[in-house]
């Protein structure tokens, strides 16, 4: 039998060289598959920090909703309405005017974050109250904030600088809502609770309020405990039945809700001058 030598592969010597190399190169190998897994776990965890952080932003909030990872929208009673600040025209503009664009930016998202999450733990949130002159009253769709209802927009009596954008979300919106140009409405404190979700500001410095009602859930006539939809009157013959959807939208380009509708005056409508004919009669002379 051929003896085996000392350099060869089945050698004593080779064996412990081979058990040394395997030895050296499993901790390198332990420790980089544990530092894949801790980046990984970090990662994780900062996606869901963001994404549970912040469920105003639209890809987290679409993701969270289709997961079912966010309870919806509730609606209150005047009793169990979250505690807050009523603030006037005036005030809630003065508060907010010195903000900076990312200032102001950063502000929404926490306006509309407190209402995603039905102001669980929050007890400071803004209210808006006071009398609007209504500008006019669009009909919410499909590609608004809240799908269904009405926004009433208006301007503060005792503060010009503030537009009120009114969003009143509702089941079926009424056939008859008669609230004219120029009528003056109420938005009360407690009994609607009114509110603020988005600030924005125009180039002349002017801001619109875009505001929603809290309450707008009430007991039932009966002993029944089955809480029903607030019916909620601007004026007489302007009544509404309101309802939290459950949902909404939070893109930025729907806010605010409302449009401008600019309508010009009878006595600035310029005449388009006559244009000058001639007749067959006067033609034949200029032959």
């Not at 051929?2 to 390198?28: L, Y």
């Not at 003056?184 to 009994?191: G, T």
């Not at 809480?227 to 509404?240: D, Y």
């Amino acid at each position: 039998m051929e003896a085996v030598s000392e350099e060869s592969s089945f050698s004593r010597n080779s064996r412990e060289q081979d058990e040394g190399r395997h030895k050296s190169g499993s901790p390198i190998l332990w420790i980089a598959a544990i530092a894949v897994l801790i980046g990984l776990n970090f990662a994780s965890w900062v996606f869901c920090m963001i994404v549970f952080g912040k469920p105003e932003r639209p890809l987290n909030y679409k993701l969270l909703t289709k997961l079912e990872k966010l309870d919806p929208i509730r609606g209150f009673m005047p009793v169990t309405a979250p505690r807050g600040k009523f603030y006037s025209a005036k005030d809630l503009y003065a508060r907010i005017f010195t903000f900076r664009p990312n200032e102001l930016r950063a502000y929404n998202g926490i306006l509309k974050r407190n209402y995603l999450k039905n102001y669980i733990e929050v007890d400071d949130i803004v209210f808006l109250s006071g009398e609007f002159v209504v500008d006019s009253v669009q009909e919410m769709g499909e590609d608004d904030v809240f799908t269904s209802g009405l926004v009433v927009r208006g301007r503060s009596t005792t503060f010009p600088d503030v537009i009120l954008d009114f969003a009143l979300p509702s089941e079926e919106p009424p056939a008859r809502f008669e609230l004219a140009k120029g009528d003056v409405i109420q938005v009360p404190e407690s009994s609607t609770c009114a509110a603020l979700l988005n600030v924005e500001r125009l180039d002349n410095a002017v801001m619109v309020f875009t505001v929603a009602p809290l309450v707008t859930r009430t007991p039932a006539t009966t002993k029944d405990p089955i809480l029903m939809n607030r019916e909620f009157e601007l004026a007489e013959n302007a009544v509404i039945r309101l309802f939290t959807p459950p949902q909404i939208q939070v893109d930025p380009e729907r806010w605010p809700i409302s449009e401008e509708i600019v309508l010009v005056e009878e006595d600035e409508i310029e005449e388009k001058p006559v244009e000058l004919s001639v007749s067959e009669e006067e033609e034949a002379k200029a032959e």
